[in-house]
């Protein structure tokens, strides 16, 4: 079983539409939670980052960390085609960084 | 403008032939890392430094060797030994290598067999 668990998608959207993008994890000590965007052939592009459990909120994006569940989740409101995209999430409990991530969940945002 | 440089952006490997790959940052960050991303996985770190003249090794080291001379450069070798290099390879780099500060990536090196 991976540390990591994230459906690959598609999901595919109507514009306007939320979003909703989930993740669940085994390990406990996870303290450090991050959402990333990736388009085509690009690098992964940090959109959020939360630590320990509850919300944050960043313009038309929510990220979710439930701790007790092991569930993070990541809330993208009045969706555009320009949000097509994989998005990743990791998380770490290490000191240094060593990050965990999911396969990534591929999003299409239909006009 | 501060930021991760990966070069080539696509690179072939001949069989038996190593190839590296450069990754370059000017964001003055102390830790840097290379991972590889396979169709429908997520990242899987490789080799990670978090101070000059100092490496580890990730989770699939196996067949790839790293440097880290200067603190802005972390090249990545992948030798013949790596049976299986076909691959998208993404450096990143973070300000102290704490679990604090996120890592940031580069926009990656796609690497393919001839």
């Known amino acids: 079983q991976k540390e990591v668990e994230q459906d690959p998608g598609p999901l595919s959207v109507p514009e306007g539409a939320i979003v909703s993008l989930n993740c669940t994890y085994s390990?406990?000590?996870?303290?450090?939670f991050m959402w990333y965007r990736q388009y085509s052939r690009k690098g992964p592009e940090l959109l959020m980052y939360?630590?320990?459990?509850g919300n944050k909120e960043d313009g038309r994006f929510t990220a979710q960390v439930d701790k007790s569940s092991k569930y993070i989740s990541l809330f993208i409101r009045d969706s555009q085609p320009s949000d097509s995209a994989t998005y990743l999430c990791?998380?770490?409990?290490?000191?240094?960084?060593?990050?965990?991530f999911g396969a990534g969940t591929q999003v299409v945002v239909t006009p | 403008d501060g930021g991760i440089t990966q070069s080539p952006k696509y690179l072939f490997r001949k069989e038996g032939q190593n190839v590296t790959l450069s990754c370059e940052q000017n964001?003055?960050?102390?830790?840097m890392y290379w991972y590889r991303q396979d169709p429908g996985q997520g990242l899987r770190l490789i080799y990670y430094?978090?101070?000059?003249?100092?490496?580890q090794k990730g989770d699939i080291a196996e067949g790839y060797s790293v440097s880290r001379e200067k603190k802005e450069s972390f090249p990545l070798t992948v030798t013949s030994a790596q049976k299986n290099p076909t691959a998208f390879y993404l450096c990143?780099?973070?300000?102290?290598?704490?679990?604090?500060?996120?890592?940031?990536f580069g926009d990656g090196t796609r690497l393919s067999i001839l």
């Open positions: 390990n406990s000590a996870f303290q450090y």
């Open positions: 964001l003055n960050h102390d830790a």
């Open positions: 990143a780099s973070t300000l102290q290598g704490a679990s604090n500060q996120p890592q940031h």
């Open positions: 430094s978090q101070i000059v003249n100092d490496f």
């Open positions: 939360t630590y320990s459990s």
């Open positions: 990791a998380m770490t409990t290490d000191s240094w960084g060593k990050l965990q």
